[in-house]
């Protein structure tokens, strides 16, 4: 019953055309002000529009550089990202991170590190993680790390065997960002 239900429902929505919601009138965009129901707030939004703030092609140019035509308006053309590098398995494995924030003009600030982890006799390590390349709309960084088995004693790694690898993540000013290994 109930598949026939379901069956007969979907159906319906399928085959009876949809009503498309439209207003009875038109309203100039230049007389919003004359629409009944609006409160006090939408009035004010609507005045406030009105005195000079325009959206056009500049706007948001505009907005970055802090010239914004309407008082109080901000830009919301901002955002924050992690791009992050992962190696290994359940057993043993690395990651590197960036946390990255950007305002599609340049990369604002950065923040790296890496995180490993692994089961006896696994050995991950990580050698550290460096920005070698700086500009206003791309940051590059290298990220080293060493894989392999052995056993953890206080005078180092007796090792069985042991790979170095060095990781590299690009960041960008529209929040893309990439990650390769060398």
């Not at 207003?23 to 965009?29: D, F, L, S, T």
């Not at 406030?48 to 010239?67: C, H, K, P």
Request: include cysteine; aromatic fraction near 10%; charge should be neutral.
């Amino acid at each position: 019953m109930r598949k026939v239900l379901v069956t007969a429902v979907t159906a319906a929505a399928c085959l009876l055309p949809a009503q498309a919601a439209s207003a009875a009138e038109e309203i100039p965009v230049d007389d919003l002000t004359t629409v009944d129901g609006l409160s006090q707030a939408q009035l004010e939004a609507i005045e406030s529009f009105a005195e000079g703030a325009q959206v056009g092609e500049g706007t948001v140019a505009a907005a970055r550089l802090g010239r914004l035509s309407s008082p109080g308006a901000t830009t919301a053309a901002t955002g924050s990202r992690r791009a992050s590098y992962y190696r290994g398995s359940a057993l043993m494995w690395t990651r590197d991170n960036v946390d990255f924030g950007y305002d599609w003009s340049r990369v604002t600030w950065t923040d790296a590190y890496q995180q490993a982890g692994w089961i006896f006799p696994n050995v991950a390590r990580n050698n550290g993680i460096s920005r070698y390349y700086n500009t206003a709309k791309n940051d590059r960084f290298r990220a080293k790390n060493t894989i392999g088995a052995g056993v953890p004693t206080p005078w180092g790694d007796v090792k069985v065997y042991s790979t170095d690898y060095v990781h590299r993540l690009s960041v960008n000013h529209n929040g893309a960002w990439s990650a390769w290994s060398d």
